[in-house]
């Protein structure tokens, strides 16, 4: 017995991992600039500046779609965070601007991408009701809120498949908290504003 078949399977067996590992290495490397792309569109969002948030939007889809074509079924797992963000970016500024939220097939993602993107678009909803409130704007953080709260509805059932999209249950469980704070805060608003306008009209 020897060996004479088992080097050249190993060197054709490492010659291919070396391949994987250098497009992982280059996925993990570039589609940092997605992610951070991704992020400046949200904090435009924050701002009310939607047509550069559109722009950064657009540039994040871009470099997703060039990454994609670089990635391997193997890879793919590696492309679930900047899809995630792109998710989360998309879906704001929709929400923002009072249209539809993009399916999955709409944004090019991948299922697992779009659950997560979706569950962390509950985080700045939260984020963007705060800063509608603060500025006395009720009626939009009502309106938001609802939008919120639907997303959650829908996005509950996926607490069972935890095992195969990531963070689903944990992110869900997060989300719930984040939605019983700003009911609260809504309720708290809308009483407060009740009660103002009742004593301004007793004063009339």
Do not use: W
Not at 3 to 22: H, R, T
Not at 172 to 187: E, Y
């Amino acid at each position: 017995m020897t060996l004479k078949k088992v080097k050249p399977s190993l060197n054709k067996i490492a010659k291919s991992l070396a391949e994987i590992q250098d497009a992982r290495e280059f996925l993990l490397k570039n589609t940092r600039e997605v992610i951070i792309i991704s992020s400046k569109s949200i904090i435009s969002s924050h701002k009310g500046d939607i047509k550069i948030a559109k722009n950064y939007l657009k540039q994040a889809d871009i470099l997703l779609k060039k990454y994609k074509k670089k990635t391997t079924p193997d890879l793919q797992k590696y492309m679930i965070t900047p899809e995630q963000e792109f998710v989360e970016a998309a879906s704001l500024i929709a929400i923002i601007e009072k249209k539809e939220i993009p399916s999955e097939k709409e944004l090019g993602v991948m299922p697992e991408s779009y659950v997560l993107g979706l569950l962390d678009c509950i985080g700045e909803l939260k984020r963007m009701i705060f800063d509608k409130i603060r500025i006395g704007d009720i009626d939009d953080a009502t309106r938001i809120f609802e939008v919120m709260e639907n997303l959650y509805l829908n996005l509950y059932p996926f607490s069972m498949y935890d095992k195969v999209v990531k963070e689903a249950r944990r992110k869900i469980d997060v989300d719930r908290i984040l939605i019983d704070d700003v009911r609260g805060a809504i309720t708290e608003e809308k009483r407060r504003s009740d009660l103002i306008a009742a004593l301004n009209k007793l004063q009339k």
